[in-house]
């Protein structure tokens, strides 16, 4: 699979967990892929995030809360087909060169509420311009790509990645 990774690196063979012929459930294709005004200076995580609307000039990676409206690229449910999304499969797709997913630079991995089942949705923007105020008590979990991927050791000590871990969420 090849991948926009912030490396350029490819997502090896052997970790990729998400089939690529997967169509989304829902999708909203850009016309034009807009381009970053300000180039992240701090990269913030769940910890040393403040409250409140996330700052333009940061890398978000594992934060929480709620979007700023509906507008996303796409939403896929499945990493294949008959298995559910995780959190590397939200990472991964929005990571690839699929035409649906053209233009992503941050995605959301959260339970869809009344349902309890995980979602993945795919942003045409970054964190700070998709995310309505950072909440760290929210469950939706928020990464900018530049983060690169959520299995990373780097996030590994976040009390939301912990709680996905446990859920079987995370790979």
Not at 7 to 26: G, H, K, L, R, Y
Not at 48 to 69: E, M, Q, R, S
Not at 93 to 122: H, I, W
Request: net charge negative.
């Amino acid at each position: 699979m090849k991948s926009v990774y912030p490396s350029s690196t490819p997502i090896p063979t052997e970790s990729c967990v998400i089939d690529t012929s997967m169509v989304p459930v829902t999708i909203a294709p850009l016309t034009s892929v807009p381009t970053s005004t300000i180039i992240p200076t701090k990269t913030v995580c769940q910890e040393d995030a403040p409250t409140g609307k996330p700052k333009p000039g940061n890398n978000h990676c594992g934060v929480h809360g709620l979007p700023v409206g509906n507008y996303f690229l796409a939403r896929f449910v499945e990493n294949a087909p008959g298995v559910p999304v995780t959190l590397e499969g939200c990472y991964q797709f929005c990571a690839s060169v699929m035409d649906a997913t053209n233009g992503c630079k941050a995605y959301r991995f959260y339970p869809e509420r009344g349902l309890n089942v995980q979602r993945c949705d795919l942003y045409g923007s970054s964190v700070a311009y998709a995310l309505d105020s950072i909440n760290n008590d929210h469950p939706d979990i928020w990464f900018d790509l530049s983060c690169g991927s959520p299995s990373d050791e780097r996030w590994a000590h976040l009390p939301g990645m912990t709680r996905l871990r446990k859920l079987g969420l995370l790979g």
